[in-house]
């Protein structure tokens, strides 16, 4: 299919199912692909850094995020999209532009499903003692399977699933509070590094390598646009779902970080595998550490359930405007996107056989750091290049929030080079081989030459649907002549 011409029901088969979401799902969602982070992950940072080095370093992680969270909020207003972040670099930056955001985004909701899911092989090995590539293709196929019965089921169930994480770590808060104890936040003797001292034991080196850990109390909160398409009313309901789950994570980011390692100590807390439930132990709360143990495992399906949703949403949106071939696009008659729920699913599968979970999240951080700078950088543009644009939410302090953004997002980049150069370098080879297709090919397969156009035909797709009541093509998966 050329830009010229449009095969008329291409549209209706790739329609998704419109007011699924309120804002308080859409809370919840960013909540949950968010939440398996307060679990475990981040307390490697205190080990970098110290107490002290972690927090400067995952206070600088949260003005990032909640800094871009304003950003993408509007945008998400004003241009409600399921692409999120390549649907406002589209129009932004153009076609190149949009696709490499995109494709950003995609590497990190591709992979980070792949590193949760043998986190989840080794939780279930401690319960079950089963752990392999059964485990692994198991889950994926049951939350790939209750993703195809619809948006809405599949949210309702991601908030159980969620609310259970939620709740072991606010009962692990209120079991830490009468033990904390601030002296120990400082068990760790300062080395002669530069700049050492009780509060920052690694110096500054060290605030620099704990960046990506401090990004795990955040890491795919951006996600939250993806579902614009699905929310019942998308420029009020992105905007307070997407600032609602931040608000709530900055929460739960300083009930871990303080009382787990008051209650425990930093050094224990800085080399723990689970260290909510270790900070339960040394609480002397031996049940509860049973139970937060168990739960620990919601708050890994909690993540990997929501991302799944996420990658499948941006691979429907570059998939129906041609960047991606335009079969992953399909929607079944629930409206779900089948393909883009499949494929990436199998990928994710293959990659997560390697057993290297700290690589791939490790490779995921580095393009959801690179998505955000050309997110933030998008905001810019749009406000400068757009101002006409409606924007039924605007970003307080405009372009110096998305700037603060932009240039913490490249902090943070840097920061996981130095920590992880050869995630750094297979990240930048992957996207390297993703930006090769899109300009020695994709390029040519766009359903329209601007994100105008593109967004006209699919309101035009659904007005005639709505018009007509429904037809056989919106519930047709086969692929037309034009797709």
Do not use: C
């Amino acid at each position: 299919m050329n830009d010229a011409t449009l095969d008329q029901d291409y549209l209706a088969k790739r329609q998704l199912k419109k007011g699924s979401a309120g804002w308080l799902l859409l809370a919840g969602l960013g909540v949950s692909y968010v939440i398996s982070g307060d679990f475990a992950g981040w307390n490697f940072g205190i080990a970098e850094a110290g107490w002290g080095g972690f927090v400067i370093a995952a206070g600088l992680m949260g003005l990032m995020y909640f800094a871009l969270v304003l950003s993408l909020a509007e945008m998400s207003a004003a241009i409600p999209a399921a692409g999120g972040g390549y649907s406002f670099a589209r129009q932004a930056m153009g076609p190149a532009g949009g696709y490499l955001t995109g494709l950003a985004v995609l590497i990190e909701y591709a992979l980070a499903p792949a590193a949760i899911v043998i986190f989840i092989g080794a939780a279930v090995e401690e319960l079950l003692g089963l752990n392999g590539p059964v485990v692994y293709a198991l889950f994926y196929a049951v939350f790939i399977g209750i993703h195809l019965t619809g948006a809405g089921e599949a949210l309702k169930v991601m908030m159980v699933i969620s609310g259970l994480a939620v709740f072991a770590i606010l009962a692990t808060a209120l079991a830490l509070f009468g033990v904390f104890d601030a002296s120990n936040l400082f068990d760790i003797a300062p080395t002669d590094a530069a700049g050492a001292s009780a509060f920052l034991p690694f110096g500054w080196a060290g605030v620099w390598a704990a960046l990506p850990f401090g990004m795990w109390l955040f890491l795919a909160v951006e996600g939250v646009p993806l579902a614009a398409e699905e929310a019942k009313n998308p420029a009020r309901d992105v905007p307070r779902g997407i600032i609602g789950a931040m608000l709530f994570l900055l929460v739960t980011a300083v009930l871990v970080v303080v009382l787990l390692a008051g209650a425990a100590g930093a050094g224990a807390i800085g080399a723990s595998g689970v260290p909510l439930v270790d900070a339960l132990k040394a609480a002397d709360h031996p049940t509860l550490a049973t139970l937060v143990n168990v739960l620990g495992l919601a708050g890994l399906v909690a993540s990997f359930f929501s991302i799944i949703y996420g990658y499948s949403r941006l691979v429907f949106a570059l998939s129906r405007a041609g960047y991606l071939p335009k079969m992953l696009s399909l929607t079944s008659r629930r409206k779900a996107p089948t393909w883009a729920l499949v494929v990436p699913g199998v990928f994710g599968f293959l990659v997560s056989l390697s057993g290297e979970g700290d690589l791939i999240l490790g490779m995921a951080v580095v393009g959801a750091t690179v998505s955000y700078a050309l997110m933030a950088l998008s905001h810019i543009l749009l406000r400068v290049k757009r101002p006409e644009l409606a924007r039924p939410y605007r970003t307080p302090g405009g372009i110096l929030t998305s700037g603060v953004a932009l240039v913490l997002s490249l902090v943070a980049l840097s920061g996981v080079y130095a920590f992880d150069p050869r995630a750094f370098l297979y990240t930048l080879g992957l996207f390297a081989l993703g930006a090769a297709y899109f300009f020695l090919y994709s390029r040519n397969t766009l359903v329209a030459k601007t994100a105008e156009e593109e967004f006209a035909l699919v309101a035009d797709a659904e007005e005639s649907l709505e018009a007509s009541g429904g037809t056989d093509a919106e519930t047709d998966t086969r692929p037309s002549p034009a797709g």
